[in-house]
């Protein structure tokens, strides 16, 4: 893949890890924040424990009534398993297979709803593999998913964070 294809990863990621420190201070208790003039309060974010309860929380995104109706992906049944390296989270477009770091030095980043939605962003790409795995159709789908699913509030500092970081939305 040549970065021409994928250029809006490296702010995608960036925009990603702002926000999961947000979240990580709302676990805090500053739950409430001011962004761009708005006051909002952010939900709660679902962690997961183990492969299993990331497996299962995958499945019922699927399951959805209106993402089935919304990507015919959803159809397609995903497969989550540990991955080796702690580094990054990934999706297996040939295996249909998420693939999440579980604890390392002490921590399980990973194993959290924005990544999960992130990856199965990926999955609900029409027709397989997109051609710019993190283009504005892509962030498209992750916004939706997140704000669907977490909350309007948690796609609107998700959509905020990544056009102040340049990421091309539409």
Avoid: C
Wanted: net charge negative; no cysteine.
């Amino acid at each position: 893949m040549s970065a021409d294809r994928d250029a809006q990863r490296s702010r995608v990621y960036e925009a990603e890890a702002v926000v999961r420190t947000v979240f990580d201070r709302a676990d805090r208790g500053a739950r409430e924040l001011e962004l761009f003039g708005s006051t909002i309060t952010l939900p709660v974010e679902r962690k997961f424990a183990s492969i299993d309860s990331v497996q299962d929380y995958a499945d019922r995104v699927l399951a959805l009534n209106w993402v089935r109706e919304r990507w015919a992906g959803a159809a397609v049944p995903v497969a989550v398993r540990a991955r080796a390296g702690a580094a990054a989270a990934h999706y297996e477009p040939g295996a249909a297979t998420i693939a999440v770091p579980l604890h390392t030095r002490g921590t399980a980043w990973a194993l959290r709803e924005l990544v999960v939605l992130h990856e199965l962003a990926h999955h609900l790409e029409p027709g397989g593999e997109a051609l710019a795995p993190h283009g504005p159709e892509f962030v498209d789908r992750y916004l939706v998913l997140v704000g669907e699913i977490i909350g309007g509030e948690a796609a609107f500092l998700l959509r905020t964070t990544m056009l102040e970081n340049g990421v091309r939305i539409t």
